[in-house]
């Protein structure tokens, strides 16, 4: 089953934005922390930005800083990557996550959703 469900991925140019949202279920272990990973083609899975439930300063990879905005609603258990200049190298998988502290590893999250393709060409 899967607790995290992520939508707004797709196809975008150079330059373009999109905007992804994830949403928790009841089944969601903690949402304390909550966030993106990503996976480019034939790389590892990635750390892209987390925010926590107190909504204090969210965190970001160096690769995405001032181009991608994350934000939460703590009401609808949702949280969104707003992602601006979009570059080839954004192109990946995207994994939402959630957990209970703030990790730039894979293993520090307990929930994971399914990943939406988010592809940057012209």
């Known amino acids: 089953q899967v607790n995290l469900v992520e939508s707004g991925g797709g196809w975008v140019q150079p330059g373009g934005s999109l905007r992804l949202s994830c949403t928790a279920s009841e089944r969601t272990f903690s949402t304390d922390v909550m966030g993106w990973f990503r996976q480019p083609p034939g790389k590892e899975r990635e750390f892209v930005a987390v925010i926590r439930k107190n909504y204090d300063t969210p965190f970001y990879a160096d690769s995405v800083k001032g181009r991608f905005t994350i934000t939460r609603d703590n009401a609808k258990k949702t949280v969104y990557l707003q992602m601006n200049s979009l570059k080839s190298e954004d192109t990946a998988v995207y994994y939402c996550?959630?957990?209970?502290?703030?990790?730039?590893?894979?293993?520090?999250?307990?929930?994971w959703g399914q990943g939406t393709q988010v592809t940057v060409s012209s």
């Open positions: 996550v959630a957990g209970i502290y703030v990790s730039y590893v894979t293993n520090g999250y307990e929930d």
